[in-house]
């Protein structure tokens, strides 16, 4: 038995489960290695934080000109999309046309100047959780931190009263409860990337580990 949410277990039985596995999907939608659900599965290490929008925070630090400290309000008005796209679990379940609204990665970094080599960015969870990608991997339409989910306030299991949300990657990069943004010059491991998950993490090449 053991506890799934062991980090280290977590990652050996899910290495172990992919040796010698015989693979579904890869289709045109469908990544390499995942099966379609309906559900929404919730994926949550530890504790789910209790942060109401009015004690939340958004701060920016490391490797920016100016570090931000934005109130909830200062921070939904940066801007505001609504997109449904696809979203790919480790695990290996996938779902198909998820509707979110958020604020644009894009609007963010456009109230941001990143000094000069910060190329990675670690996410920063309440509660505890981090996890990092390279800053080119963020500038794209479809990056949001997303407020709603269906129209609905983003139910705090899935990480509400905000999340990131970067759907060309494994969801774990998705950081839940966010809280704030550090700019680097060189990668770091963020939490699961620590136990052994993927420091790039894309769902077509299979990026589980490393
Ligand atoms: N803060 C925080 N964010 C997190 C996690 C977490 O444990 N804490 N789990 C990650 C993992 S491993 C996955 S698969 C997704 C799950 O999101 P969901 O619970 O909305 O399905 O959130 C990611 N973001
Ligand atoms: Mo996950």
Redesign the pocket.
């Known amino acids: 038995m053991g506890n799934f949410w062991d980090p280290l277990q977590r990652v050996t039985r899910l290495k172990r489960a992919d040796a010698g596995r015989e693979h579904t999907g890869g289709t045109d939608r469908l990544p390499p290695g995942q099966v379609l659900t309906l559900k929404?599965?919730?994926?949550?290490?530890?504790e789910t934080p209790s942060i109401t929008p009015e004690s939340w925070r958004f701060q920016v630090w490391g490797l920016v000109e100016e570090p931000k400290d934005w109130s909830w309000n200062e921070f939904l008005a940066l801007g505001k999309q609504t997109q449904t796209c696809d979203i790919h679990?480790?695990?290996r379940w996938s779902k198909f046309d998820t509707t979110w609204t958020g604020v644009p990665f894009k609007a963010v970094i456009e109230q941001l100047r990143p000094k000069p080599g910060a190329d990675f960015v670690l996410f920063h969870?309440?509660?505890g959780?981090t996890?990092n990608v390279p800053l080119a991997q963020l500038l794209r339409d479809d990056v949001l931190f997303a407020y709603e989910y269906d129209s609905q306030p983003l139910p705090r299991?899935?990480?509400g009263p905000m999340?990131g949300l970067l759907p060309h990657l494994?969801?774990?990069k998705?950081?839940?409860?966010?809280r704030g943004m550090e700019f680097m010059s060189q990668d770091r491991p963020g939490?699961?990337e620590m136990y052994g998950y993927h420091m790039l993490g894309g769902p077509w090449d299979e990026q589980r580990f490393s």
């Open positions: 929404f599965p919730v994926l949550t290490f530890g679990c480790v695990t969870s309440y509660g959780y996890t299991e899935h990480g999340r494994y969801l774990w998705s950081a839940k409860w966010v939490f699961w």
